[in-house]
Structure formats: structure tokens, C-alpha cells
């Protein structure tokens, strides 16, 4: 079994390769699982089912969000405590994640149960699609727990270096998922219902993986009882860091919100359903420089954790230019096959007529993504909040979100559309003033310190 010391000693090109890999198929997998699940859907529930399933996306996501906030706060300091060899911090620091994870979960689940229309209408469930939002919704609040544990136990398994085992937390819900939606909603004709139980069991299986993982000693840390013993200081480290991907992917859900209002008011039902296409297959598309990301943070975090700052520079510019090549693939895709892309989503005429050319317009910017994703996860595994949480709003937040109420107000639908090219643009260039200035200031510098230590000097 792999030992996260390998962060530190093999050659930066394997390093990402191994680690970037498992990372991205699980992506991929769980992206397919996301595209199948809305071409079932879309086929046989109909336009309100996308629209419906659009709605419920960014409140499951948001629940989501934390349990991937606290697997990569609390991962950053277990990669960090590995470099430094320091095991209990490292023990300790999961004990904690557990605990939070799992109580913050709980109150989401009965709060969402208490209010569950009033939550759907905020978030765009109007007209039509409410009454197919609150079917999916209900059940999919079972599946919640399990989602935010297994989503914080896949980033602790990948700060532990052993990306294979962080695959499969992400390929088992997302392979079921894709079973059940052919049993649930063709086979059995539940319909939205069959769609949403779908989700909540692969959930499931997942987080029983997860655990059994744990339990069953593949891991390097301990599920022992004693590290779940609250430690402030871990804590609050956790919410530091944890916070910046809370804040990314909460104002991602609240993006989604401001999306929903802005696209109903401009196109209706329509425009939900061509947006809830345009957004999975961001998520489908970008997989292998999200696969990149991931695996590059915990190579970053380890190797500043053991203060070997040459191999941190190293990976930071290898894993963007890797990077760019990949983003500039995914865009060439897009920009020829958009128009076959869209027909295996839908047979809907308006569908098909508008959606090709938002789906253009939309990944215009996709080959400098790759800088403002690395930059931001850098600044997150090296232990800095601050950076990280200005970089990490940057697109969704700064840019994308008042692009997104103001541009329709001139250019109707396609103003939405536009904002997306923007924003990845205006982010990018935000990042790499950000990324020039901590490699030129900080890592130069120690990386000629220690030059001359090693010659004695």
C-alpha cells in the first residue's frame, strides 16, 4: 500500500500522473453518473424533471460543500502533519472532522424537512416545477448524511496519498446511481421519485465504503475514540480552511439561486432546462483538470509541510502547464460537438434550438481555467486562508454572480450566457498576480536559502 513519504521522493511528473488519475475518473464517473441521470430524466419525466433536478441541485450541494469544506481544511493539516511527521496531530484532526461533519449534516436534514417549500421556492421552484422539486426533495433529505460524510471522508483518504481508495468513494455512488436510474424510472416507472431514490441510495453506498475503509485499518490514521475528543485549535484551523471551499461552494449555490430567478425571468421553465444541461456538462467536461487539482493539492501540502520548496514550485508549474493543454482540449470539444452534445440530453425543440449556443458561448474562457483552479487550491493546501478565499470567490462571487444581474438587463437570455467567459477571465487574471507574487516573494527565496545551506554557505 502506498505511504503518503511518496509525496515527498518520487519524480513530480509520476507523482501528478498517479495521483491525478484515480482523481479524475472518479470525476468522470460521477460526472456520467450526473449526465445519465439527467438524460433519464429529461426522457422520460420530461423538461420539468431537469428543471425540477436544477432547482434541487444547489441546496444537495451546498450539504455537500460542507463535508468537502471539512475533508479539505482538515485534509490540509493532515497532509501538512504527515510531511512533519506527526501522526497524532494527524489522528486528531480526523476525529474532529468526523464530528463536525456528521452534527452539521443533522441540523441541515431537519431544517430542510421543517421548511421544505419555502427552501424550494427561494432557490427558483416556481410555476410548474415545485410540485415535481418537493417529490425529489423529500426523499433525497435521506441521503444527505451520507453524501457530506462521504464526501469529507473521500478528501482525507487523498491527503492520506492513496488516491485509488478516493476513487471509488466517488465511482460507487456514482455506477449505482446510474443502475438504479434505469431500474427506479424506466423499469418500474416511479418517475421523479424513481430519480431521487436513486441518488439517496447510491449515497448510501458510498458512505459505507467510506467508513469501511476506515474500520477495517486500509487507512494510516486511527478511528479510534479518543481523537474524536474536540481540540479547539484543530478545530478552528479546519473552519479556517474548510471555510474557503464552504464559501466557493456556497456562493456556487448562490449563484445557482441568482441563476434560477434571472433565467425564469428571462425564459422560464426553458431556460432552467437549458442551463441544468449547460452546468453538467461543465461538471463532465472539466473532469480531468478537476482530477488535476486534486491531485496536485496533496503534493503541494506535503512537500511545503516537509519544507521542500523546490519540489513545491515544481508541481505548481507543471500541474498548469498540464493544465492549459487539457483545458484547451475540453474546449475544441465543446465548440465542434456542441449541437450532438444537446441532442442525447433532450428531443425538446426549444431545447435543442437554444442550448448548443449558450453551451459555446459558456466554455469561451475554458482554456485559462486551469490557472485560477490550481492557484486557489494551492494557497488552500499550503495552510494560507486568506489567498485561497479571495481566489476561490473570485469567479463564482466577484465576477460571475453581478455579470449575472447585470448582463441580461442589456443583452436578455444570452447576457447569462456571456457572463461565464467573463468571469473565467477576469478570475484567471486575478490568480496569476496572486500566484507570480507568492512564487517570486516566497518560494525564490527559500528555495535560495536552501541552495546555500546545502553547499554550506
Excluded: C
Excluded at 117 to 134: N, P, T
Excluded at 360 to 376: E, K, M, S
Aim: proline share 3%; glycine share 10%.
Amino acid at each position: 500500500m502506498a505511504q503518503s513519504k511518496d509525496l515527498g521522493s518520487e519524480k513530480i511528473p509520476s507523482l501528478l500522473v498517479k495521483q491525478s488519475i484515480p482523481a479524475a475518473i472518479g470525476i468522470l464517473v460521477l460526472s456520467i453518473y450526473n449526465l445519465v441521470d439527467t438524460i433519464f430524466v429529461g426522457n422520460f419525466v420530461g423538461s420539468l424533471g431537469i428543471a425540477a433536478v436544477t432547482v434541487t441541485m444547489p441546496i444537495s450541494f451546498f450539504i455537500s460543500s460542507v463535508g468537502m469544506a471539512i475533508g479539505i481544511g482538515g485534509g490540509s493539516i493532515i497532509s501538512r502533519a504527515l510531511g512533519q511527521g506527526n501522526k497524532e496531530k494527524a489522528n486528531l484532526t480526523f476525529g474532529n472532522m468526523v464530528g463536525m461533519t456528521l452534527t452539521v449534516a443533522a441540523f441541515f436534514v431537519i431544517g430542510s424537512t421543517l421548511f421544505i417549500e419555502e427552501v424550494l421556492l427561494l432557490f427558483g421552484g416556481k410555476g410548474d416545477i415545485l410540485q415535481y422539486a418537493v417529490e425529489y426533495f423529500q426523499i433525497l433529505l435521506i441521503g444527505i448524511p451520507f453524501l457530506a460524510w462521504g464526501m469529507m471522508a473521500n478528501n482525507v483518504i487523498r491527503a492520506e496519498g492513496k488516491p485509488k481508495f478516493a476513487m471509488l468513494v466517488m465511482m460507487i455512488p456514482a455506477v449505482s446511481n446510474i443502475i438504479l436510474d434505469a431500474v427506479f424510472i424506466v423499469y418500474l416507472g416511479w418517475g421523479i421519485q424513481g430519480a431521487a431514490w436513486a441518488t439517496t441510495i447510491s449515497y448510501i453506498f458510498s458512505a459505507v465504503y467510506a467508513f469501511v475503509f476506515f474500520a477495517l485499518k486500509k487507512s494510516e490514521l486511527n478511528f479510534s475514540r479518543k481523537h474524536f475528543t474536540v481540540d479547539l485549535k484543530i478545530a478552528r484551523e479546519i473552519l479556517s480552511l474548510g471555510s474557503v471551499t464552504l464559501a466557493r461552494q456556497g456562493t456556487i449555490s448562490l449563484l445557482i439561486l441568482i441563476m434560477n430567478h434571472t433565467l425564469f425571468k428571462h425564459g422560464g421553465e426553458i431556460a432552467i432546462a437549458v442551463y441544468g444541461i449547460i452546468s453538467r456538462m461543465i461538471m463532465f467536461s472539466l473532469f480531468p483538470v478537476m482530477g488535476l487539482v486534486q491531485g496536485f493539492v496533496p503534493i503541494a501540502g506535503y512537500n511545503y509541510g516537509a519544507e521542500y520548496w523546490g519540489r513545491v514550485k515544481d508541481v505548481v508549474n507543471k500541474a498548469i502547464k498540464y493544465g492549459v493543454f487539457l483545458s484547451f482540449l475540453i474546449f475544441l470539444s465543446i465548440i465542434i460537438g456542441a449541437d450532438t452534445i444537446v441532442k442525447i440530453f433532450s428531443k425538446d425543440t426549444e431545447i435543442l434550438r437554444l442550448t448548443p449556443a449558450a453551451l459555446r458561448i459558456a466554455f469561451l474562457a475554458t482554456p485559462l481555467i486551469a490557472v485560477q483552479l490550481i492557484g486557489a487550491a494551492y494557497f488552500q493546501a499550503i495552510g494560507k486562508a486568506g489567498p485561497a478565499l479571495v481566489l476561490s470567490l473570485s469567479k463564482q462571487g466577484f465576477f460571475l454572480i453581478p455579470l449575472v444581474l447585470i448582463l441580461p438587463l442589456f443583452f436578455g437570455l444570452d447576457g447569462v450566457w456571456y457572463s461565464f467567459p467573463i468571469a473565467d477571465l477576469s478570475s484567471t487574471l486575478v490568480t496569476w498576480i496572486y500566484l507570480r507574487k507568492e512564487i517570486n516573494g516566497r518560494l525564490n527565496p527559500l528555495i535560495h536559502l536552501k541552495e546555500l545551506k546545502t553547499i554550506g554557505v
